[in-house]
C-alpha cells in the first residue's frame, strides 16, 4: 500500500527567505511524484513531477523539488518566497500497474508574510 | 484549451434531495476521478474510471453515492437521498494513462441543510 506524509500543518516564512514543505513517501517499487498546489475556491494546480532521471526537478513558479531515495522524500523548495505563494500545498504519489491514481498526502499550508 | 468543467459551483439543497454533480473532462484525457475535500478528512478519492470504465469504487461512502460516465466527455456523481455530512467540496479530475498529472476542475461546493 501507498502512504505519503506531509508532517507539517503549517509553514511560515517570511518574503524573500527560502521555503521548504516537506514530504515523504512510503511505496514498493519506484514511484511517481507530484506537487500540486491549491488557491481558495479552486481546484489544485500541477507544479511539477519526478518520473525517474535528474533528482533535481523544477516546475512551475520558480518551485523545485528533490527526489531522495533513501530518504524516501520529494521536498518542494523556492529559494525566494512570495506573499503570492501563500496557498495549500499537496504531495502525491502513484506507481506503475496502479492506473492513474494517486495516493495524496494531507496538505501543508504554506503561509508568506510581508 | 478548456480545463476540467465542473457544474454547478454551488449547490444548496434540503437533506433527502437528490443532488446531481457533473463534470466534463479535458478532451482526449482517458482517465477521470472524482475527490470529496473537507477540512475533517482532507483530499478522498471516491471512484474513477479509465477509458469511460469504473475501476476503483472502494472510496465512495455508501450507497447514497453513484457515479457515471456514459461517454468520454461526461459524467455525473450522483447523491440520492443527501444528507448533512455529505456536505464538502467535490472535485473531478482527468488525465491522460500513464505517470500524466491529474487535471483539477473548480470543484462544487455542496451544502446540504
Known amino acids: 500500500a501507498q502512504s505519503v506524509a506531509q508532517p507539517e500543518d503549517q509553514v511560515n516564512v517570511a518574503e524573500g527567505n527560502p521555503l521548504t514543505v516537506k514530504c515523504t513517501y512510503s511505496v514498493s517499487g519506484n514511484p511517481y511524484l507530484f506537487w500540486y498546489v491549491q488557491y481558495p475556491n479552486r481546484g489544485l494546480q500541477f507544479l511539477l513531477k519526478?518520473?525517474?532521471?535528474?533528482?533535481l526537478v523544477k516546475g512551475s513558479y520558480g518551485f523545485e523539488a528533490e527526489f531522495n531515495k533513501s530518504q524516501t522524500s520529494f521536498h518542494l523548495k523556492k529559494p525566494s518566497a512570495l506573499v503570492s505563494d501563500s496557498a495549500l500545498y499537496f504531495c502525491?504519489?502513484?506507481?506503475?500497474?496502479?492506473?492513474?491514481?494517486?495516493?495524496f498526502g494531507g496538505g501543508t499550508r504554506l503561509m508568506v508574510k510581508p | 484549451d478548456a480545463g476540467v468543467i465542473q457544474s454547478p459551483r454551488h449547490e444548496v439543497t434540503e437533506m433527502g434531495q437528490e443532488v446531481t454533480l457533473r463534470c466534463k473532462p479535458i478532451?482526449?484525457?482517458?482517465?477521470l476521478f472524482w475527490y470529496r475535500q473537507t477540512m475533517m478528512r482532507g483530499l478522498e478519492l471516491l471512484i474513477y474510471f479509465n477509458n469511460n470504465v469504473p475501476i476503483d469504487d472502494s472510496g465512495m461512502p455508501e450507497d447514497r453515492f453513484s457515479a457515471k460516465m456514459p461517454n468520454a466527455s461526461f459524467s455525473t456523481l450522483k447523491i440520492q437521498p443527501s444528507e448533512p455530512r455529505d456536505s464538502a467540496v467535490y472535485f473531478c479530475?482527468?488525465?491522460?494513462?500513464?505517470?500524466?498529472?491529474?487535471?483539477f476542475g473548480d470543484g462544487t461546493r455542496l451544502s446540504i441543510l
Open positions: 502525491a504519489s502513484g506507481i506503475n500497474n496502479a492506473g492513474n491514481m494517486l495516493t
Open positions: 519526478y518520473i525517474t532521471g535528474d533528482n
Open positions: 479530475a482527468s488525465s491522460l494513462l500513464g505517470d500524466q498529472p491529474q487535471h
Open positions: 478532451s482526449g484525457h482517458n482517465s
